[in-house]
């Protein structure tokens, strides 16, 4: 049908500034793609995608980004490379997956989701004891994803087990990861 | 053999059976590891989600300070090992992000050393030789699913030891240790990372269909080389079971753990009986193959060599007397015996009957070895219609 039609609009200088801001990122090029679909067959997570990883590459290609930044695909992606290394054009689909969730990430557009939440319960471990604190990371993750007991039946055997460290563990230059993330912080704001 | 040693946050907490038996792997095969100084995290996969650069200055910190001890690095975690491997690969071709990133860690980092996963260093420095001289207890009986997930191989730019789609070093380990290496096809699969945490009801489906290929190619077990395989397919198995409606029943194994076990460790000694599937009995039936197979390794070696030493000088000799009579006598009968073709045997009384030397030396062979004289006698056949083929021509 007619109302089914993708209107396509043509790149302004954003579009074409955006575009070219992820794939410089990702070190690859969109138009390189022939839409093979070599990478949806072999993503071992196209199944819990809304669009599978070549038609990611499409709506970039049609200037149609926004749309990929809003998809779940991103954040499906487990980042396994398969996509990437068997693609006959030699395009990083993967490290273009990562773009595409940072340039989300920047727009604020974290969604309902939950690796975004996950992600920001990891570093904040790191930055704040120089190392990931497993047992800080669940109960952060969860209390943030609002399901207290995910796991619940996991942590006790881990425990048991001697697998997860109650306590975190301190590095000494915990002063210098500090500085690495505010660095890095303040290499972006002056992007 | 030294190496700088990285094991990263999985070692020292959820993965500390890796941590334990990559120590016993390297006392075992005689390289010494030392420990990166004050290491940091990697930032994993959560790095470089979030920020490019965080995600190469993260892992820079840790190799900046390797690089001043001058060694090569060893992460036996596959995370770690492919994070350090990108920064490397990073560094050495884009100088504006080395810039930065010796900025924002404050260090000088050059990328000179490289980063070894414990697969290629145990294959490509320590060599498969070293392993067979320190196997005491073979792990032969053991249908092993060598499973390599995605980090190890892939990118195969930046991991480059192994091929990414059929990779072989691990299988290699696991034959010298005597265990058998199952063909499957989901070596290279992704087990879902961190989907098993944070989209737990998409992991599910990816983790069980690796374990559903590795019953189906008839593996009894797997081995890894990565905390986060391991943590998926072991402590996730039982739900994974749940959401299929398939029991698998499948025990995982570190690479390491097995080296150590198959070197003369108890498996309590490099803690697999930490593990959420319970993992030591299949260790256990594993033994009793291997010492029934070694016994009947034994027999049939000795039934091999029990003939040959009784056999005495002087028979020997007598029989090869016997044997030149009746071939000087009646070549055609013995022939008849090495050949059954009319023809071909024909041949050889001809043969036989000019030939002293071929007399001798068939005898010698009939009087030891039958299979080698009908070898002999079917080739002196050959022989001649060759040669008579070419004086036609």
Known sequence: MINDAVKLKPADKADKDLLAKLEQEAGTQVSLCYQCGKCSAGCPVAFAMDYPPREIIRLLQLNMTETALNSNSIWVCATCETCSERCPRGVEIATLMDSLRREALRRGKKGDNKVAAFNDAFLRTVKMFGRTYEAGILLQHNAVTMQPFKDAGLGLPMVQRGKINILPVRIKGRDQMKKIFARVQEQREEK | ?393
């Open chain 2, 1 to 393: 053999m030294r190496v700088a040693y990285y094991p990263g946050c999985s070692l020292e907490g959820s993965a500390i059976e890796y941590g334990v038996s990559t120590e016993r792997t390297a006392e075992i095969l005689g390289f010494e590891l030392v420990e990166i100084d004050d290491w940091n995290c990697c930032g994993a996969t959560s790095g470089h989600n979030t920020d490019k650069l965080l995600s190469i200055a993260l892992p820079a910190r840790n190799l900046a300070i390797a690089e001043k001890t001058g060694l090569n690095v060893l992460a036996p975690c596959a995370a770690c090992y492919n994070r350090f491997r990108n920064t490397e690969h990073t560094v050495r071709s884009d100088s504006e992000l080395k810039a930065k990133v010796e900025q924002v860690i404050g260090m000088e980092y050059k990328a000179e050393n490289e980063t070894y996963s414990i697969l290629n260093y145990i294959t490509q420095e320590v060599g498969l030789d070293k392993i067979a001289d320190k196997v005491t207890k073979p792990l032969k009986g053991m249908k092993a699913a060598c499973y390599y997930g995605c980090l190890l191989v892939r990118p195969e730019a930046h991991t480059g030891f192994d091929d990414a789609e059929y990779p072989q070093s691990m299988d290699n380990i696991v034959k010298a240790l005597g265990a058998e290496a199952v063909e499957w096809a989901f070596k290279t699969e992704c087990c879902g990372a961190a989907l098993g945490t944070s989209q737990p009801e998409i992991g599910q489906k990816m983790i069980a269909a690796v374990l559903k290929n590795a019953k189906d190619s008839g593996a009894e077990c797997i081995v890894t080389a990565c905390p986060l395989c391991m943590m998926n397919l072991d402590m996730r198995q039982k739900s994974a079971e749940k959401g299929s409606g398939e029991i698998f029943n499948l025990p995982v194994y570190y690479v390491t753990e097995l080296l150590a076990i198959a070197c003369g460790d108890s498996p309590e000694r490099v803690k697999v009986n930490k593990h959420f599937v319970e993992a030591v009995s299949y260790l256990k039936e594993v033994s009793k193959r291997a010492e029934e197979i070694a016994a009947k390794e034994k027999q049939q070696a000795e039934a091999k060599a029990a003939p040959a030493e009784e056999v005495d000088e002087e028979k020997i000799q007598k029989k090869i007397q016997a044997f030149i009579k009746s071939l000087q006598k009646n070549p055609d009968k013995i022939a008849a015996k090495l050949i059954e073709d009319e023809e071909r045997a024909a041949i050889l009384t001809e043969i036989v009957k000019n030939d002293e030397k071929k007399i001798q030396k068939l005898a010698e062979l009939l009087a030891t070895d039958n299979d080698k004289a009908v070898k002999a006698a079917e080739a002196y056949v050959s022989g001649e219609l060759k040669k008579r083929e070419k004086s036609k021509e």
